[in-house]
């Protein structure tokens, strides 16, 4: 495996790869990887020719009172894990060379940034949005790949591709989760054993939304305060949000008549985690 910090040696590599012709496919990270992570890895195997994971914590996406500085890395341990998967390219640029001194240019999806995670932390799909921007316009993959876990984040990368016309195919990898049913995120780590054990209530609490509608129950009412009562049961959860939504808008709904988002996040202790469910009539 091939690690690159250079943006101009990214773009010489990417913009050689695709004259071979090779299908580049990338796969953005902040790192302190899982197997979530793998799993996005393994299915970029299957879609291109050529692999590159990067590896860069995004300052412009983390607010003025959350854990850039402590967000976990572990730089070596994620090197070795990508040299086991056959990664080709590991990028991994530094904070100076993603925004030089002076930049002053964002991208901004407004309407899908508003609702759910965005409405707690209003500049952080502005961060993700030019990051990601910015990686295609270095690497130049020809497929990327973003966890549905991660909602939110997937629709709006989707709709600025389609927005700005990018020459890029955007796939959705299933949200993986532990034997337990947590989903898998970077930020499972902040979690004391006892607030570990407390966090499966998110996915049971969807699991049992899930059930509901298979019963015939359509309303989100009905339906949110199930899932707001599961998880106001576990005393160490602190909701912040459980949301029904409109699938691919984002905006609430009233009642399932077609593919729905219920998806929530709750706070444990120091860690502020996010889940979701897609369902349908």
């Known amino acids: 495996m091939q690690i690159i910090e250079s943006i101009s040696a990214m773009r010489e590599w990417g913009e050689s790869e695709r004259r071979y012709p090779h299908r580049i496919v990338l796969v953005p990270t902040m790192g302190f990887l899982h197997e979530g992570h793998l799993c996005l890895v393994r299915d970029a195997k299957r879609r291109g020719d050529r692999v590159v994971v990067s590896i860069f914590v995004n300052p412009k996406q983390f607010g003025p009172t959350e854990d850039f500085a402590a967000y976990p890395r572990d730089l070596e341990r994620d090197v070795g894990l990508l040299e086991k998967e056959g990664v080709d390219i590991l990028f991994h640029p530094s904070v100076e060379g993603m925004y030089p001194a002076g930049a002053q240019t964002h991208i901004e999806v407004e309407k899908l940034s508003q609702s759910l995670c965005g409405a707690a932390r209003p500049a ?10 910015k990686l295609f316009n270095i690497v130049r993959p020809h497929v990327a790949i973003f966890g549905e876990k991660d909602y939110q984040q997937l629709q709006v990368i989707r709709r600025m591709v389609r927005d700005l016309s990018m020459d890029v195919e955007i796939v959705g990898h299933p949200t993986v989760r532990e034997a337990d049913g947590l989903a898998m995120s970077s930020r499972n780590a ?3 054993p006892e607030e570990r054990l407390a966090a499966v209530c998110l996915s049971r609490s969807l699991c049992k939304a899930e059930r509901l509608l298979r019963r015939g129950e359509t309303s989100a009412q009905a339906l949110l305060s199930l899932v707001r009562g599961e998880l106001e049961r576990e005393p160490l959860a602190r909701v912040e949000y459980v949301k029904l ?9 009233d009642r399932i008549a077609d593919l729905a988002l219920l998806a929530l996040a709750v706070r444990f202790g120091k860690a502020r985690l996010i889940d979701n469910r897609v369902l349908s009539r």
């Open 124 to 133: 952080h799909f502005r961060g993700v949005a030019t990051v990601v921007a």
């Open 190 to 192: 902040y979690l004391t």
């Open 245 to 253: 939504c409109d699938a691919e808008t984002l905006e609430d709904m």
